[in-house]
């Protein structure tokens, strides 16, 4: 047996881990004490990916299918066979009949989407898709319509107050678009900045891990955190807390935000969200004494109601407060591995590129180079010349992750080809015309260049292969690069052109993708525990010439509008009383880990509710009950919890339905994509969602 020093890559916060290693198999995983950048942490999915790559679900060869059957093939057989059809579909129907959808695991090896974007623009398709527009998109839209400074964020680090709106990063790490503050060792991490003074304030309507340890817990009635953060914003305009110097400097419509939100008092935001008057002064007035700090969202905001205003109004509470890095200032640090961004006190104008250019038969234009995923089943199912006839999925189980979950098999069984690249037979791969086998973590060398946006320290890390991959397995990239081959492209990855005749190397290409870093891979590689790189004391450089007029737009038209139908949305309905809102598993990763034996705490998804509420049903832990929407309906086994509020019910997404007689509740039967959905992105509502619960008369014997 040896123990080898790797880094788990199921997650963004990549933490480091101790890997026994036993007849080249992955046995035991542990936090690696000595990793300089998760000292120690792990979590309980993390050291249970020997499960993963070993169990019963795991896939060692790739798959073709056959009716309903899937039976093994080379994995040759199946690239050419796949390119060869992809080939036809092109010249039958053109290239935007064909489609990418981009899944979480898709991120995490270093080389996957270098390649998977360099072949998919090879096709000429503009179909791109990624779980991002089904979770904090709302990210992008809100940088797109204020504009961006171009200076950084102020960091944890060096924060005095920190607020955290819809997250629970003690649970889920949320990376968020690259701001998610508590990613590494994340209790240690906050336990050592509440020590030196951080003033912590969280929004969430539940008691969670993180509230447990804030300064001030905010708990809103889900939905409601757009008339909440008007209402911060009003408290701080009206007492002229704001950094008044940061604001003339860069941010235009000020005064039009301070009349926009001038109608939300704390007393108005205490009769919707329920959240004290006093307690609502008390949080603004926290935020602005600052200095320094910021906010930061989650899933709870950008999968809530109106979630496109609440995240721009979020980082109008950030703007107004000139939460940025001025000139002269130390510069974040960038750029480890990869090319490193100078820091500029200046301002990226508003791009609305969804105005101009590419619009997709659903009428969408283009986010950062994608389409919501909130349209793919209608590019699919809606008949047209550039229907959606091939989708290839990587990484990602959109037959769970996608609402109106009805209406996404549908999709998927109407596609002349849908290929996934999994390393199990997923929901979406049991649909699947082929199942490309990749290899996972431990199989494969990789670094953490496309991580380190991510990263609370100016950290790399290299690690090798640990034990082989089984025969039948390729590594994802590698199916990109066979493919791209087969079908007579040429690839150009991280500006170089591929060699498409001979088969490139995995660790010649991780060493060209961290060739603009500011530290060798070479001593990199030979750090077991990873190089934290020496202090990089840029500074925030002047604004270029042409950049001095540049200002945020804080309230643009179409904000105005939305922040308006927010304040006059009571979300209250009689038919359906009570709200669905999202929370995310210790133990599971979306999809991944449901079905590792042992692993989640409570089996089957149960929906968690307030003691009060159930017996109120005449209901108790393990008794069966019907969820009901506005779309559809699911089976669960209620769980009291005192920590969710009267009137919720929380649940996670990522598991089957049990309609299915699977695994357990689905949630996704329960959402959809038809109704109040977001302009832009087509965010669709995933938290705060409008529903009632029955009782079955069944019961299960609860597991605690
Ligand atoms: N263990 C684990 N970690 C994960 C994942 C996982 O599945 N499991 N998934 C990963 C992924 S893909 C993502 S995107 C991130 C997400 O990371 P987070 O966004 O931090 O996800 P959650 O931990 O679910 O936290 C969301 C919080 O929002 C609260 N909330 C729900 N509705 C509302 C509302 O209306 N208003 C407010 N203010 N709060 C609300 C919930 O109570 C919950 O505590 O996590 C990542 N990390
Ligand atoms: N109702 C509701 N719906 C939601 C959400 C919610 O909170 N509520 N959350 C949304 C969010 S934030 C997200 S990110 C999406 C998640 O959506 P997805 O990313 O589509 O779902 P995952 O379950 O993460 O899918 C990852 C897949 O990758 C496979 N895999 C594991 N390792 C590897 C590997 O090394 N290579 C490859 N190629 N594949 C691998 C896994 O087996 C798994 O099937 O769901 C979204 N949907
Ligand atoms: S938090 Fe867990 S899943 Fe994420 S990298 Fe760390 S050990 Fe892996
Ligand atoms: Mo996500």
Not at 218 to 236: E, H, M, S, W, Y
Not at 423 to 451: C, F, G, K, Q
Not at 676 to 698: A, H, K
Request: glycine content about 10%; some cysteine; aromatic content about 6%.
């Amino acid at each position: 047996m040896a123990v080898e020093a790797s880094y788990c890559r199921l997650c963004q916060a990549s933490c480091g881990v101790m890997v026994d290693v036993t007849d080249n198999r992955v046995g035991t995983i542990l936090g690696d004490p000595d990793n300089l950048l998760s000292e120690g942490y792990s979590c309980p999915k993390g050291r249970r990916v020997g499960d993963l790559m070993n169990g019963p679900e795991r896939l060692t060869a790739a798959m073709r299918r056959l009716g309903s059957q899937h039976t093994p093939i080379p994995v040759d057989e199946a690239v050419s066979e796949i390119g060869d059809k992809i080939t036809r579909i092109i010249a039958d129907h053109g290239p935007d009949s064909v489609a990418m959808f981009m899944g979480t695991q898709h991120h995490f090896a270093t080389l996957t989407d270098p390649f998977a974007r360099a072949w998919f623009k090879a096709t000429g398709s503009r179909k791109l898709f990624s779980t991002m527009t089904i979770d904090q998109s709302a990210k992008w839209v809100a940088t797109k319509r204020i504009g961006e400074y171009l200076g950084g964020r102020q960091s944890f680090s060096s924060s005095d107050v920190w607020l955290l709106a819809g997250t629970n990063p003690l649970v889920s790490l949320n990376g968020g678009n690259g701001d998610g503050p508590i990613m590494h060792n994340p209790y240690a991490a906050l336990r050592a900045a509440r020590r030196r003074g951080l003033t912590l304030i969280v929004i969430d309507p539940r008691k969670t891990e993180t509230s447990n340890r804030a300064d001030l817990h905010l708990r809103p009635r889900p939905g409601t955190d757009a008339v909440v953060f008007a209402g911060l914003l009003n408290v701080i305009l009206g007492e002229d807390l704001h950094d008044q110097a940061f604001c003339a400097s860069y941010v235009d419509g000020i005064e039009q935000l301070r009349t926009a939100v001038a109608p939300v008092t704390p007393d108005f935001v205490e009769t919707v969200s329920g959240i004290g008057r006093d307690e609502l002064i008390v949080a603004a007035r926290m935020f602005a004494a600052g200095p320094r700090g910021m906010v930061s969202t989650g899933t709870g905001i950008c999968m809530g109601p109106h979630s496109n205003a609440t995240e721009h109004l979020a980082t109008a509470l950030n703007v107004v407060c000139g939460r940025y890095l001025r000139e002269g200032e130390v510069a974040g640090s960038t750029g480890v591995l990869g090319r490193p961004v100078p820091a500029r006190a200046a301002v990226a104008l508003p791009d609305r590129t969804w105005e101009s250019g590419y619009h997709s038969r659903s009428g969408a234009g283009l986010l950062y180079g994608q389409l919501p995923s909130g349209t793919l089943c209608d590019e699919i199912l809606t008949p047209g010349p550039d229907r959606v006839r091939a989708l290839i999925v990587s990484g990602g189980n959109p037959m769970l992750a996608l609402p109106d979950h009805a209406r996404v098999r549908t999709a998927m069984q109407q596609l002349d080809l849908l290929v996934t690249i999994d390393s199990r037979l997923s929901e979406t791969a049991e649909l699947a015309h082929y199942v490309i086998a990749p290899t996972m973590m431990y199989e494969r060398a990789d670094n953490s260049v496309s991580m380190e946006r991510f990263f609370s320290k100016p950290f790399a890390m290299q690690t090798k292969a640990l034990v082989p991959a089984p025969g039948g397995v390729i590594e994802d990239w590698q199916f990109f690069y066979r493919l791209a081959r087969d079908q007579g492209y040429e690839l150009r990855v991280a500006g170089n052109q591929v060699n498409m005749h001979s088969e490139p190397r995995s660790e010649d290409l991780l060493a060209m993708m961290a060739s603009k870093g500011r530290v060798d891979l070479a001593d990199v590689a030979a750090s077991a525990h990873g190089v934290i790189a020496p202090s990089d004391v840029s500074l925030v450089a002047p604004a270029l010439p042409d950049e001095t007029d540049n200002r945020l737009d804080i309230l643009p038209h179409d904000v105005a509008l939305e922040l308006n139908t927010a304040l006059a949305d009571s979300g209250h309905s009689t038919e359906f009383p009570m709200s669905l809102i999202v929370q995310r598993m210790r133990e599971v990763m979306n999809s991944l880990g449901t079905a590792v034996a042992g692993l989640p705490k409570y089996p089957r998804n149960p929906a968690q509710m307030n003691p009060g509420d159930l017996a109120a049903l005449d209901l108790h832990t393990g008794s069966g009950i019907t969820i009901t929407s506005a779309h559809g309906s699911i089976d669960a086994v209620a769980q009291a919890d005192p920590s969710i509020p009267p009137g919720v019910v929380a649940i996670s997404h990522g598991w089957s339905g049990t309609r299915d007689g699977a695994l357990g509740a689905n949630v996704n039967e329960l959402t959809t994509t038809s109704a109040q959905i977001q302009t832009i992105n087509s965010m669709p509502m995933l938290t705060s969602v409008p529903v009632r619960v029955s009782g079955t008369g069944q019961f299960t014997e609860p597991v605690d």
